[in-house]
């Protein structure tokens, strides 16, 4: 099952909140990213609009797609040794 996972950090204020992002498939994470500065009247609908305007900046898709596969890969090498 893919899900999609906001998490605020509450380091915004009532206008503007800053969001920690998972993409999963069951309980693998896939992608991870950060949200920052989403515009709270816009609701979810504009929260989602902000996750897919990162997912196409490719810089941005690339950063958090390595570190996901570091994290990943430590994780393996902890439970294998």
Known sequence: MLSIRFVNDKSGDKNIGNYSVGVFVNDTRIW?????GHKR????????NKLVE??????RFEKYWK??????KARK???CP
């Open 32 to 36: 991870a990213g950060r949200i920052v």
């Open 67 to 72: 570190m996901v596969e570091e994290e990943r």
């Open 41 to 48: 009247e816009s609701g979810w609908r504009g929260l989602v």
């Open 54 to 59: 990162v997912m196409h900046n490719p810089d």
């Open 77 to 79: 090498d902890r439970l």
